[in-house]
């Protein structure tokens, strides 16, 4: 397929740029349409009518079919692209499904939930919830965990777990979450954005 994608996505949103960085990785040629969801651009007749849920980011196909949901998106990539970033291997393959679908349920409602209030609505700690801090915690630390004996998520390269996972944890400081307690994520995130080629993320350190 060489025909170009239309990716909608805002570019603040780790959920969309995991969609960016995986096509990037794959080659893809694409149009990136900006889509800001403060401004309430998903929330227009226009983009209704293409994704009813008024979400990014949201992928339409050379064929003018429409695709949502991150994890989908990046799944539906490397399924048709042959990208290499699922393990053919039957466990690993599930073990990879495993961390995409407790990055939306565990992780993103906690630590990207958070950062949103706190670095975009410029809410006090005060104002937003603390469950979200307990929440974001407990996920970090089984990331840390699961970290420790493994340079990778899921085996010894990168999969589309790390791509997914890393969106929202290189800007946790963002959302007021210390990776300093965490040195197995912190040398994974140095490790994946090496990997995609990306700028490595502001940290409070670095922008004092």
């Known amino acids: 397929m060489s025909a170009r994608l239309n990716i909608y996505g805002d570019a603040i949103s780790?959920?969309?740029?995991?969609?960016?960085?995986?096509?990037?990785?794959?080659?893809?040629?694409?149009?990136?349409?900006?889509?800001?969801?403060?401004?309430a651009e998903t929330r227009t007749p226009e983009f209704l009518a293409m994704n009813p849920a008024g979400q990014v980011p949201t992928v339409v196909l050379a064929d003018g079919?429409?695709?949502?949901?991150s994890?989908?998106?990046?799944?539906y990539l490397n399924k048709v692209h042959s990208g290499g970033l699922l393990p053919q291997e039957p466990?690993?393959?599930?073990?990879?499904?495993?961390?995409?679908?407790?990055?939306?349920?565990?992780?993103?409602t906690a630590i990207a939930v958070r950062r949103f209030h706190k670095h975009y609505l410029k809410k006090s700690d005060a104002e937003i919830d603390p469950k979200l801090m307990e929440k974001g915690a407990a996920a970090l630390t089984l990331m840390e965990n699961a970290l420790k004996d493994g340079a990778y998520l899921v085996g010894e390269k990168l999969t589309l777990a790390d791509i997914s996972l890393v969106a929202y944890t290189r800007l946790a400081h963002e959302g007021g979450f210390d990776l300093e307690p965490y040195p197995a994520i912190r040398r994974w995130i140095a490790r994946?954005?090496?990997?995609?080629?990306?700028?490595?993320?502001?940290?409070?350190?670095?922008a004092a």
Request: net charge negative; glycine share 6%; aromatic share 14%.
């Open 65 to 69: 079919a429409v695709l949502a949901q």
């Open 91 to 108: 466990y690993a393959q599930g073990k990879v499904f495993e961390w995409l679908f407790w990055e939306q349920y565990s992780h993103e």
């Open 192 to 206: 994946v954005e090496r990997d995609l080629g990306l700028q490595p993320a502001q940290t409070p350190e670095r």
């Open 14 to 39: 780790g959920n969309c740029l995991k969609v960016k960085w995986t096509a990037d990785l794959l080659g893809l040629q694409y149009d990136w349409i900006e889509t800001s969801v403060l401004e």
């Open 71 to 75: 994890n989908a998106i990046i799944l």
